[in-house]
């Protein structure tokens, strides 16, 4: 669990689809081999999403950069 927490905080494409669809993207990091147990699913999938919005800018240097064009609608980020 504390894996797909970290993953959450750094990667921005995941927490789109987490908010997007949360048991889809917790299934395609279990199909890429992440182990987790019915438990630790049930609690990902009730987490707030806001807290890990919150917890990845706390520490933006360990961002994974996103390849994609920002979205219509949404502000570029400064360097």
């Known amino acids: 669990m ?3 927490i970290g993953k959450l905080a750094s990667d921005e494409e995941l927490r789109s689809r987490f ?31 806001d807290a890990f919005d919150r917890l990845a800018d706390a520490h933006p240097r360990l961002q994974k950069a996103s390849l994609h064009p920002e979205q219509p609608g949404q502000k570029a980020e400064k360097p």
Do not use: H, K, M
Not at 32 to 47: I, N, Q, R
């Open 2 to 4: 504390e894996i797909f």
């Open 19 to 49: 908010r997007q669809d949360r048991l889809a993207a917790i299934r395609q990091l279990q199909n890429e081999g992440l182990d987790l147990t019915p438990l630790e699913v049930a609690s990902l999938v009730a987490a707030d999403a």
